[in-house]
Nanobody, 123 residues
Framework: QVRLVESGGGLVQAGGSLRLSCAAS????????MGWFRQAPGKERDVVAQ????????YYAGSVKGRFTISRDNAKKMVYLQMNSLKPEDTAVYYC????????????????WGQGTQVTVSS
C-alpha cells in the first residue's frame, strides 16, 4: 500500500532552518504531484507548498513564499521542504501528501497522507 513517511522535524529558534523529508513507497512516484501541509493547534490544515510530478512547477502559500522551497528526487522517491527564516507562527505538524490530480493550488485534493512531523519554532 501507499506509505508516506515524514522526518526532519524538531525544535528550532526563530530565524533558523529545518529540512523536512518525505519518503514515499507503494506508488509510481513520478505519476504523483506532492505537497506539504501543516496544522497548528486549534487550526485547520493548510497548504504550505506543492510540486508537480517533475518538480518543475511549484506552488507556495503566501505566508512561506521566499522562505520555503519544495523539491523532489524521483529516483529516490523523496520530497523535501527546505524551511529558512523560520518564525514562531510556522509551528505546526507538517504533513506530506500525494495526488494524481493536476492543477497545483490551494484547492487541489490529495489522496494519500503521511502521519506528520512536528516543527516547533521558539521565539
Amino acid at each position: 500500500q501507499v506509505r508516506l513517511v515524514e522526518s526532519g522535524g524538531g525544535l528550532v529558534q526563530a530565524g533558523g532552518s529545518l529540512r523536512l523529508s518525505c519518503a514515499a513507497s507503494g506508488l509510481v512516484f513520478n505519476y504523483y504531484a506532492m505537497g506539504w501541509f501543516r496544522q497548528a493547534p486549534g487550526k485547520e490544515r493548510d497548504v504550505v507548498a506543492q510540486t508537480n510530478w517533475s518538480g518543475e512547477v511549484s506552488y507556495y502559500a503566501g505566508s512561506v513564499k521566499g522562505r520555503f522551497t519544495i523539491s523532489r528526487d524521483n529516483a529516490k522517491k523523496m520530497v523535501y521542504l527546505q524551511m529558512n527564516s523560520l518564525k514562531p507562527e510556522d509551528t505546526a505538524v507538517y504533513y506530506c501528501a500525494a495526488t494524481t490530480r493536476s492543477g497545483l493550488g490551494a484547492k487541489l485534493a490529495f489522496d494519500y497522507w503521511g502521519q506528520g512531523t512536528q516543527v516547533t519554532v521558539s521565539s
